[in-house]
């Protein structure tokens, strides 16, 4: 699939969000995900999954990259949470 890439520098590593415009989520429904620049990424995308994301730093490089897209409706029953597991506030 083609892609674009969103191209992040920081202090300690870079990172290269390769993302295409037709595969998207709400991103206003992450707004508050600050880790892994998550919701940084979502908002200069506007809402573009990433389909490959690669992080190198000193220590590591990661690579993430999707192998198979299958486009499908979802029920909502299957994001609804156990009756038993305790949900607990991330910090």
Do not use: R
């Amino acid at each position: 699939m083609k892609c674009d890439v969103l191209s992040i520098k920081t202090n300690d590593s870079s990172m290269k969000y390769y993302f295409n415009k037709d595969i998207k989520v709400n991103k206003e429904l992450y707004k508050n995900h600050k880790t892994g620049l998550w919701y940084f990424c979502l908002n200069k995308t506007d809402g573009a999954l990433p389909l490959k994301w690669v992080t190198d730093s000193t220590d590591s490089k990661l690579t993430i990259e999707a192998e198979k897209i299958d486009l499908k409706k979802l029920n909502d029953s299957i994001f609804k949470t156990p009756k038993n597991l305790p949900l607990v506030k991330s910090q």
